[in-house]
């Protein structure tokens, strides 16, 4: 029943701008911090972004950081993550990711999927 499908994933230029949207669903949305993670072919997955559950806090990979931007609308049930500027090694497969913390409970649920491809 728990549901977090990623959208807005395509080809993109070198430098150019993509958005991507994660829908939630089965879940208590605004209780959960939210996660954007990426996996290229033959490496590890690597946290991309991350924001809190109210939205007033975020973290960056150092990679990205000032070049991409996670946001959420907790009336939505929905993640974003615009990419800007982007480049080659950005390409991968990035997937959404929602956790929550209740004492000794973890709650880690995982999207499927959207490719990313950034080439001239």
């Known amino acids: 029943q728990v549901q977090l499908v990623e959208s807005g994933g395509g080809l993109v230029q070198p430098g150019g701008s993509l958005s991507l949207s994660c829908a939630a669903s089965g879940f208590t949305f605004s209780s959960y911090a939210m996660s954007w993670y990426r996996q290229a072919p033959g490496k590890e997955r690597e946290l991309v972004a991350r924001?809190?559950?109210?939205?007033?806090?975020?973290n960056y990979a150092d990679s990205v950081k000032g070049r991409f931007t996670i946001s959420r609308d907790n009336a939505k049930n929905t993640v974003y993550l615009q990419m800007n500027s982007l480049k080659p090694e950005d390409t991968a497969v990035y997937y959404c990711?929602?956790?929550?913390?209740?004492?000794?409970?973890?709650?880690?649920?995982w999207g499927q999927g959207t490719q990313v491809t950034v080439s001239s």
């Open positions: 990711n929602a956790r929550r913390l209740v004492g000794p409970r973890e709650y880690d649920y």
């Open positions: 924001i809190t559950s109210t939205g007033r806090s975020t």
